[in-house]
């Protein structure tokens, strides 16, 4: 026997993304710390760091109103478009925000750019898991 499908969890993910939020917040902070106390980069690696995870956190915030734009069951095949919209909105975004970065900010740390990144993309994916 099957479950009936759960309701969608809106609220839920409104405390994620203000939670990653806060991981913004925390990720650039302590990239600042550690590029003024120990490497001495003149802010260039806590730049990179910050821009890295900004882009992320903003691809990730489209991508959510995107995909939840929409909700119940009669709406599941506008559901599913905006999944594919949504998913194509954040993979743009994605890319030419890259391109937008190295193109426009120098000096920059490409190492540190894509850790930001990284770090939260590992996050989001952390928190998606606690959801279910």
Do not use: E, N
């Amino acid at each position: 026997m099957t479950k009936p499908a759960k309701r969608t969890q809106k609220d839920k993910i409104g405390i994620y993304i203000k939670r990653q939020a806060w991981l913004l917040f925390i990720l650039i902070i302590a990239a600042w710390i550690i590029d003024i106390s120990w490497l001495h980069s003149q802010l260039v690696i806590a730049k990179s760091t910050a821009i890295g995870a900004l882009l992320s956190f903003i691809t990730q915030a489209v991508f959510a109103f995107f995909v939840f734009w929409y909700t119940g069951y009669r709406a599941r095949r506008h559901i599913v478009s905006q999944l594919y919209r949504g998913q194509m909105a954040k993979w743009l975004l994605a890319v030419f925000g890259f391109a937008l970065i190295f193109i426009t900010v120098q000096p920059l740390s490409a190492p540190a750019l894509f850790i930001g990144f990284m770090v939260m993309q590992i996050s989001h994916s952390w928190m998606l898991w606690h959801i279910r």
